[in-house]
């Protein structure tokens, strides 16, 4: 049995893209790159605004790539320690989902292996 490094090296993959999305939504939340209105100019005038395609784009990035980020649904006006602890656990969950996704890789990439390199049954030879 081949040891492969790529359930490992998928695991520490996740935990560094959970940590960069961290960032970037701390950079997106301390600087507002997408100029965002406040609630309350939104409540003055609500037909006129609409998320720009960009903040969404990230929104399903970060869904997609870091599952364990609804948590911080829970983090809606909590400190911003309590919520930095709850990305950290986001990110650091991302290693078991990643992992099991390499493992997965892995096990079709050994079936597919095997079968082009190994066939069941052997071609019958004809003197």
């Not at 359930?7 to 950079?27: D, F, K, N």
């Not at 869904?63 to 909590?78: K, W």
């Not at 990305?87 to 078991?96: K, Q, R």
């Amino acid at each position: 049995m081949r040891n492969s490094k790529l359930p490992r090296a998928l695991a520490i993959t996740g935990v560094v893209v959970g940590m960069t999305l961290m960032l970037v939504w701390w950079y997106v939340n301390t600087y507002d790159p997408f100029n965002l209105p406040t609630v309350e100019q939104v409540n003055k005038s609500p037909e006129r605004y609409s998320t720009p395609w960009a903040y969404h784009a990230l929104e399903t990035i970060t869904t997609f790539l870091c599952p364990a980020s609804a948590m911080n649904a829970l983090a809606i006006h909590v400190p911003a320690a309590v919520s930095l602890g709850i990305w950290i656990v986001a990110a650091l969950i991302n290693a078991p989902i990643y992992y099991g996704v390499g493992l997965v890789i892995e096990a079709i990439s050994r079936m597919a292996h095997g079968r082009l390199t190994h066939p069941s049954t052997p071609p019958k030879r004809t003197p």
